[in-house]
């Protein structure tokens, strides 16, 4: 199967390369920036909905007065990109896809595109255009030969490290099929519970980070704006930040690079993390486990690799259902976390019983193609 896989990369820039690298961060948040205000502008005054090549001349008109001579001091390949980019963010909100596009920020993640015009590479050297020397480039897995460069992605986060994206023409191979069929249910105390009786436990890595991350915010406040010092403590802040994130997205990774290789069919609830979140309790429990990615790398990895993923209703009523006779009690708090079947006598964990009936619901779903919900039940 034909796909476009990106392979994520750290680099270390030279010090003449990251000046090149922040100009170009700056002039493309600038025309991104720009033109939000001149489509917000038009739409608001006139109704009127600017193309992207209208937005290309006018880049070009820009380009050529003097207060703008500076946005020729990097490649124009970025800048056009930047343009593609604001382009696709509109035809996501008008898509309802996403919400309105907003400015960019100078603070946080910073980012700038390539094209095959304005990067060379030779399947062991990365030079992008203006910089007379390739990219010192840490390379942390292997490039498929095959792979196909069509475009690059260059960017900092706020702990200041860069990274570089190429995004290649590959082709995933599908895996050898299977019989296994297993179902998740997902929580807090226990990251993921699996139908065949498993539980792995959640990482809760924010939480174990949070006591230092407290302490270091606190001294962050302490500094007086805008002095180094605050720089200091904003960037201790910032690199442990990105190590929770790098470890959650890790343990994801892993996890679900497992499942899809060990099944063939896996069924999983149909969530809405967003909602779930306003839940004050729960809402920063729910917002470190990750449920959200989780089923995002499920889904794409499965389509890659030729397996099967289901996602049944969210309000099928998974942990009240006794797997073994189909009874369903009319009420089961969270705090019971065990209960036996009135109906026959089955004692059930109440996690492995969830998770058993979304399989059991999946494999309905599958082959009748029937929503599953409360209503249909007895």
Same mark, same amino acid.
């Given at each position: ?81 930047? @343009?593609?980019?604001?382009?696709? =963010?509109? $035809?996501?909100?008008?898509? /309802?896809?996403?919400?309105?596009? *907003? #400015?960019?920020? &100078? ?78 249910? @997902?929580?807090?105390?226990?990251? =993921?519970? $699996?139908?065949?009786?498993? /539980?792995?436990?959640?990482?809760? *890595? #924010?939480?174990? &980070? ?169």
């Amino acid at each position: 199967m034909k796909i476009k896989r990106a392979y994520k990369y750290r680099f270390y820039p030279t010090t003449e390369q990251e000046k090149i690298i922040i100009r170009t961060f700056g002039c493309t948040r600038f025309v991104y920036n720009h033109f939000l205000r001149i489509h917000t502008d038009a739409w608001f005054n006139t109704q009127e909905n600017i193309s992207f090549n209208q937005t290309g001349k006018l880049l070009t008109k820009m380009k050529k007065q003097p207060e703008y001579e500076w946005l020729k001091e990097v490649s124009s390949v970025p800048l056009q990109q930047s @343009l593609n980019h604001l382009q696709r =963010a509109f $035809l996501n909100f008008f898509a /309802k896809r996403a919400k309105y596009p *907003i #400015f960019k920020s &100078k603070h946080g993640k910073q980012s700038a595109s390539y094209v095959t015009t304005a990067f060379k590479w030779d399947g062991e050297r990365l030079k992008l255009a203006k910089m007379a020397e390739p990219l010192d480039i840490r390379w942390s897995r292997i490039l498929p030969k095959l792979a196909k460069v069509t475009s690059i992605n260059i960017s900092k986060d706020p702990a200041n490290r860069y990274f570089v994206s190429l995004i290649c023409d590959d082709i995933a191979e599908t895996k050898s099929k299977n019989t296994n069929k297993i179902g998740i249910d @997902l929580g807090l105390n226990h990251f =993921a519970i $699996l139908s065949t009786g498993e /539980k792995i436990t959640a990482p809760n *890595i #924010f939480r174990k &980070k949070e006591a230092k991350l407290a302490k270091l915010q606190r001294r962050w406040a302490k500094k007086q704006k805008g002095s180094k010092n605050c720089s200091k403590a904003k960037l201790k802040v910032a690199r442990l930040l990105s190590k929770v994130a790098d470890s959650r997205k890790d343990f994801l990774h892993k996890l679900s690079t497992r499942l899809i290789n060990e099944n063939q069919v896996i069924a999983v609830e149909s969530l809405s993390v967003c909602s779930m979140r306003r839940n004050h309790h729960l809402a920063k429990s729910i917002s470190d486990a990750g449920w959200g990615e989780f089923i995002r790398q499920l889904e794409y990895k499965a389509n890659w690799y030729g397996r099967t993923l289901i996602g049944i209703d969210r309000w099928y009523p998974s942990s009240k259902r006794c797997s073994n006779c189909g009874h369903t009690i009319p009420n089961l708090p969270l705090n019971i976390r065990e209960w036996s079947c009135p109906e026959c006598g089955s004692k059930h964990d109440r996690d492995i019983n969830a998770a058993r009936n979304i399989l059991a619901a999946g494999l309905a779903v599958s082959a009748c193609g029937e929503a599953i919900s409360p209503m249909s039940l007895n």
